[in-house]
Nanobody, 120 residues
């Protein structure tokens, strides 16, 4: 079993900052990439940012320059969110591409989500 545990969500005023963390644990052989997605009410889940095992990052256009994804170690990542806007309000989900044993394919795993609410 693989678990992704998120922390750091909450309520913040527009222009404020929050830091999300995601820690992976369980039957993990190797992790190819970790990242964050978000889903606002009535909308589809969308990419926020990803980081690969070699440190390459990818950001959605709407968070570039405001959000920064970083890797603390092989199994823990952070998302620093600055200059938050009301439209950033959503449930943020951690995602990881994980191989649970040698010779098995990479699979996507998801956390339970953490609420981020930005008030105007």
């Amino acid at each position: 079993q693989v678990q992704l545990v998120e922390s750091g969500g909450g309520l913040v005023q527009a222009g404020g900052s929050l830091r999300l963390s995601c820690a992976a644990s369980g039957s993990i052989f190797t992790i190819k990439a970790m990242g964050w997605y978000r889903q606002a009410p009535g909308k589809q889940r969308e990419l926020v940012a990803t980081i690969t095992s070699d440190g390459s990052t990818n950001y959605a256009e709407y968070v570039k320059g405001r959000f920064t994804i970083s890797r603390e170690n092989a199994k823990k990542v952070h998302l620093q969110m600055n200059s938050l806007k009301p439209e950033d309000t959503a449930v943020y989900y951690c995602n990881a591409e994980i191989k649970t044993a040698w010779g098995t394919p990479f699979l996507h795993f998801w956390g339970q989500g953490t609420q981020v609410t930005v008030s105007s």
